[in-house]
Structures are given as C-alpha cells and as structure tokens.
C-alpha cells in the first residue's frame, strides 16, 4: 500500500470516519490511521443520544445539519446509522426555565423542531414520570438515539467506496515537521507521508498534540452508563430525557432495556487506557437511586450490565476545531462528552475547512484550539454540564 495520501487523519472513531467520508465525497483521498479498530474509543462506548437542545447556537446547528443526515442515513451516506426516533424530552429545575425558554427560542430560530411543553404534557406522553418539580419542559419530536458502531462503520466504508484508506492496528507514534510545516507520521507500520494531517484521536489526542508540538489545554473524562430491564407498566418506549435535575439522562434501548448514565461524578485525568468493561465503584447504586426518582416504577427493575468510556475534553467542555501548531496540522478533537451526534456536521465544516479554507455549513471559528490563550472560551445559557 503506497504510504502516501491527500490527508492523513489519526483515528477512526465516528469524527475520524466522518471526516473522510466527507473529504472522500470531495474527490480527496484521505488514509485513516488507526491505532485500534474503527469505534474502539469513545464512540463504541457512546450513549448514541441525537438531539439538538444546545445553550450555545453553533452546537445546536451543528447537530440540526446533523440529524439531516441521521434522519435520511441510507440516502446520504449509505448502510445504517440505527437512528431510532423515540422524542426527547429536556427537563430543567424550575430555575433554569429562564434559559431553556431562551434556548428554546434560539432553537427554533435555527428552523429546529422544539417546543415548550407543560409539565402535565409531559405525564400525558409519559405517565410513569414524577413531573412535580418542573413547570416546562423543552420537547423535539424528531429526536432519538443512532447507533454510533453502526454509523461509524457506514461512514467508513462510504469513504472506501470514494477512494480513502484506513489501516488498523496502525498507532500513531510521532508526528513529522519539517520547516514549520506538517510532512507526515511514524507509526508502528512506519511513516505515511501527507500536507496535511487531522488530530481525531478522541481522549488520546493530548498525546499527538504534543507530538506537533503544541500546548493545549485537554484532559479525559471517564464516563459510566448502565442498561437496566424496562418495566413492562412502562409501555413499549418513552421519550430519550435529559434530566438537569436529577443530573442524569436516559433512553430506551432494544430488549425490553432502558440506558442510564449520569452527569456528576465523571473523573477527569484518568488514562484513557483504564478499564471500560465495567463501571467504577458506586456508580449503579447512584444511578439506580436517581432514576427511581424520576421513574418510581424502575424499583421494579433489575441490572443488565454497566461500563464505561473515556473521551477527549477542554476547559470549556467544546471541541477543538481548526488549524494549530505547524502548517497543516488540524485538530477535530476535544468532543467533551456530546460528539457523537454533531459528528457528521463537523467532518462535513473540516472538510470545508481544510478544502476551503472556511467551513461555509456552519461557523466553526468559536472553536478554534487559539480560544484559550485568546481569553475566548466558549460559554452558554446553563451552567457546565459535567461535573
Ligand atoms: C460513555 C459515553 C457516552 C456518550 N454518550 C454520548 C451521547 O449520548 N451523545 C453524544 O453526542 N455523545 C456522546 N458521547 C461522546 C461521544 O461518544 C464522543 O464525543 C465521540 O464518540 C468522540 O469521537 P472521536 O472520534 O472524537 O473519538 P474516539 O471515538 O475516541 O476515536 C478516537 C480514535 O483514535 C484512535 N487513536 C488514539 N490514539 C491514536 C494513535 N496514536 N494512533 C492511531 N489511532 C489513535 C483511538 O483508538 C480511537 O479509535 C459519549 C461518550 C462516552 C464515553
């Protein structure tokens, strides 16, 4: 296999895969370097939850262009994404309305499918939730959760089809610069030669960072789910809910199965290298507790399985997007917990970037890795979401 390509991105997790799936569609030949196998990081782990309730616009749009191609996978990509509508439902304590009425309002702007709803609306749609400590909430109809191996598989072998390349078991073990300007990477099956070369290695990426030379803030965060069984009084689904109260968010999943994970309590600074078959101590026991709070029938419920993952995340828990180090060196890294579902939007805005020197789908530059040394870091309406 000739060891050079047009670009040269490090990681197949879902940013990886969609980036060259979109540069593919350009006419461009990418080679995809893969220390793993494709999904092995974050994105095998992923709670797959796609919805656009952002407090910050351009993540909102980056997920509405986004679901346009969950929503229509096999036309626009091909294979599946396993995108599963099932509503969503975002729940807020009754002093954070303010903002979700704002948010709510930013969204629909945005031409997003989100509507306010009553408290008593939401028991009509879910009878089994507890809705006394919430006046409103924020409801999409279109939303769901995909696949994230599904999807991460489609995009790659979309991308085959157009020409890119991907090597497995291929660890990235420098990075090559030369006047300033990126050349290429070592790797454990030798160096491969590009102009230009894409961080995308989720929780990993700090390590290739370095290897470029740059000094950027970016640390792990650890983060456990569980499947639980779904009472039957439930009924044959419900709504996918993020619940700012309780500090938790779930979603049905096949199998009569409900996916539990929450937002406190997620370490940071582990190794992205620590166990992920199972969760870290304590960790059902919190989220059986928390879920009966809002669902009281999951008392009748039982433990399927627990794990963990581990992905990539900044100060201000956003992506780092855009050129930074040496001529040629590009970051699509720093996922911070939501990636999964922006994922296909911003491999398209990288390949415009990169190609075009701006991404035109959607204005990208709040993300550009110079914002922290800038004084710019990002912020929105609530306040930070893990913890
Ligand atoms: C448990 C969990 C639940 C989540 N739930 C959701 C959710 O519901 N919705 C949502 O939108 N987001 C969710 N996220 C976040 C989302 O899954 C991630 O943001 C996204 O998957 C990150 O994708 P990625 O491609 O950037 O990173 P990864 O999937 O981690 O891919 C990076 C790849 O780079 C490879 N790599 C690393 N170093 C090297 C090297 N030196 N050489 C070669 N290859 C290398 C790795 O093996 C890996 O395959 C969740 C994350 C976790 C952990």
Redesign the pocket.
């Known amino acids: 296999m000739p060891n050079t390509a047009d670009v040269i991105i490090?990681?197949?997790?879902?940013?990886?895969?969609?980036l060259a799936f979109h540069l593919a569609q350009r006419g461009v030949k990418p080679i995809v370097?893969?220390?793993?196998?494709?999904?092995?990081?974050?994105?095998?782990?992923?709670?797959?939850?796609?919805r656009m309730h952002y407090d910050v616009r351009q993540d909102s749009e980056l997920a509405w262009v986004s679901f346009g191609y969950f929503r229509n996978w096999t036309e626009r990509v091909g294979g599946e994404s396993g995108f599963t509508r099932t509503g969503f439902l975002q729940i807020v304590a009754r002093e954070n309305e303010a903002a979700l009425r704002k948010n709510t309002a930013m969204h629909q702007d945005t031409g997003i499918a989100s509507f306010l709803i009553t408290a008593n609306d939401v028991k009509r749609l879910v009878p089994s939730f507890v809705t006394d400590d919430f006046d409103v909430a924020a409801y999409e109809p279109e939303s769901g959760?995909a696949d994230?191996s599904a999807t991460?598989a489609s995009l790659i072998n979309a991308a085959k089809d157009k020409g890119a390349r991907i090597v497995q078991d291929?660890?990235?073990?420098g990075v090559i610069v030369k006047s300033q300007k990126v050349k290429g990477v070592q790797?454990l099956q030798g160096d491969y030669f590009a102009p230009v070369v894409v961080n995308?290695?989720?929780?990993?990426?700090a390590?290739?960072n370095e290897m470029a030379g740059l000094d950027l803030p970016y640390t792990t965060?650890?983060?456990?789910?569980m499947f639980v069984g779904r009472p039957k009084e439930m009924g044959p689904s419900h709504p996918t809910v993020i619940d700012f109260p309780n500090e938790m968010?779930f979603?049905p999943e096949t199998g009569g199965l409900m996916l539990v994970?929450l937002e406190d309590g997620n370490p940071l600074g582990d190794s992205?290298d620590g166990d992920t078959d199972h969760a870290i101590k304590g960790f059902v026991e919190r989220a059986i507790e928390r879920i009966c709070q809002r669902v009281p029938i999951m008392e009748n419920s039982y433990l399927h399985t627990a794990?963990?993952?581990?992905?990539?995340i900044t100060p201000d828990q956003h992506p780092l997007l855009g050129q930074a180090g040496p001529d040629g060196f590009y970051l699509?890294?720093g996922?911070?917990?939501?990636?999964?579902?922006?994922?296909p939007a911003v491999g398209l805005c990288m390949s415009e970037l990169i190609l075009d020197g701006e991404a035109k789908t959607v204005d990208i530059s709040i993300y550009r890795p110079q914002r922290f040394v800038e004084g710019k870091e990002i912020t929105g309406n609530y306040e930070s979401i893990w913890h």
């Open positions: 490090i990681g197949a997790g879902v940013h990886g895969a969609s370097l893969e220390k793993d196998f494709a999904g092995a990081g974050a994105t095998g782990r992923s709670s797959g939850l796609v959760y994230p991460t291929c660890a990235v073990t790797t995308a290695a989720g929780p990993w990426a390590v290739l965060w650890r983060h456990d789910t968010y979603r994970g992205p794990h963990g993952g581990y992905d990539g699509q890294c996922m911070s917990g939501t990636g999964f579902k922006i994922a």
